[in-house]
Nanobody, 117 residues
Framework: QVQLVESGGGLVQAGGSLRLSCAASGINFSLYAMNWYRQAPGKQRELAAGITNGGGTNYADSVKGRFTISRDNAQNTVYLQMNSLKPEDTAVYYC???????????WGQGTQVTVSS
């Protein structure tokens, strides 16, 4: 059974920082691309940051220079360090695991991030 369990969300003031974690089980973690998506109220889910199984990273323009995605294959965990947070970063953040070779695609339950102005 595949599980992606996010943690680290919460309420923070604008300019503050949060670190999200996503612990994976039931998959061969090192073979998967890992992504953080977010969905704000009334908006579509969007990719915030991704990291390939080889360690390559990509970011939405809106978070470049403020967010950093990283992974620890020994701990089966992916992180999202979020700095200089803005109210527009308020959203539910979802962890996603995507296989580059199959259609396997898994989602966590989401963690709420709220940035107050």
């Amino acid at each position: 059974q595949v599980q992606l369990v996010e943690s680290g969300g919460g309420l923070v003031q604008a300019g503050g920082s949060l670190r999200l974690s996503c612990a994976a089980s039931g998959i061969n973690f090192s073979l998967y691309a890992m992504n953080w998506y977010r969905q704000a109220p009334g908006k579509q889910r969007e990719l915030a940051a991704g990291i390939t199984n080889g360690g390559g990273t990509n970011y939405a323009d809106s978070v470049k220079g403020r967010f950093t995605i990283s992974r620890d294959n020994a701990q089966n965990t992916v992180y999202l360090q979020m700095n200089s947070l803005k109210p527009e970063d308020t959203a539910v953040y979802y962890c996603n695991a995507a296989s580059p070779w199959t259609r396997n695609n898994y989602w966590g339950q989401g963690t709420q991030v709220t940035v107050s102005s």
